[in-house]
Each structure stands twice: as C-alpha cells, then as structure tokens.
Nanobody, 122 residues
Framework: VQVVESGGGSVQAGGSLRLSCQAS???????????ASWYRQAPGKQRERVAT???????TYADFVKGRFTISRDNNKITVYLQMDSLKSEDTAVYYC??????????????WGQGTQVTVSS
C-alpha cells in the first residue's frame, strides 16, 4: 500500500495550486482512502497538520489555512486533493499526505507519502 503526492510547484503569492494524493496497492485488492490528512514541513520547522478529511466526509483545517485551502476526495475514494488558494510565502513547505488506506483483505493501513514541494514567492 502506498500513497503518492503530486501537484507541487512554484507559484507567486496570491496564486493557487492543487495537490493530489493517490493511493495504490500492489496486490490489486479493492481499496479506498478512509481518512486522510495533509501535513507540511518548512525548513527548520516541525511538521504540522494542515487539513483532515474523515471517512464520513468531515473536514477540519488548521487556523492558518482556513478559508484558503480545501480538502476533498474523488468519488472512488482513492485520491484526496488539497486545493490551495490565496497562497502566501509562509505556505512554502514540503507537503505530505497521510492516509488510512483500506484494502479488501486488511484493516486500514496508515501510510505516508514522499512529499511534494510547494514554493510561494512574494
């Protein structure tokens, strides 16, 4: 089981990016993402939670992204997104996906992605 992030890049302040976190399994078992969170880590700082989407669709956000970022997932529940609008230079960080991935033959497996770099220039 793994999750892979994509969509990072460089953007000017005020711009937007959409990150994706896609789950996959090597066994081919039917699976879905139950619960997922986006975290970020800036140089020299601790990793911090940005947003969480639970299996029942509840969303929570860190105060520093409320009103600017939106977490969502596709109908097949294998990809989670983070829409980031009104980006600020302080949003610059490596963004990580953490997900509980459910397969047909296992309990949910908590998995981290490798991260995707977001750079916002002022």
């Amino acid at each position: 089981v793994q999750v892979v992030e994509s969509g990072g890049g460089s953007v000017q302040a005020g711009g937007s990016l959409r990150l994706s976190c896609q789950a996959s399994v090597t066994s081919g078992s039917i699976f879905r993402i139950n619960r997922a969170s986006w975290y970020r880590q800036a140089p020299g700082k601790q990793r911090e939670r940005v947003a969480t989407l639970t299996s029942d669709g509840s969303r929570t956000y860190a105060d520093f992204v409320k009103g600017r970022f939106t977490i969502s997932r596709d109908n097949n529940k294998i990809t989670v997104y983070l829409q980031m609008d009104s980006l600020k230079s302080e949003d610059t960080a490596v963004y990580y996906c953490n997900a509980d991935v459910q397969t047909a033959i296992t309990n949910p497996i908590n998995t981290w992605g490798q991260g995707t770099q977001v750079t916002v220039s002022s």
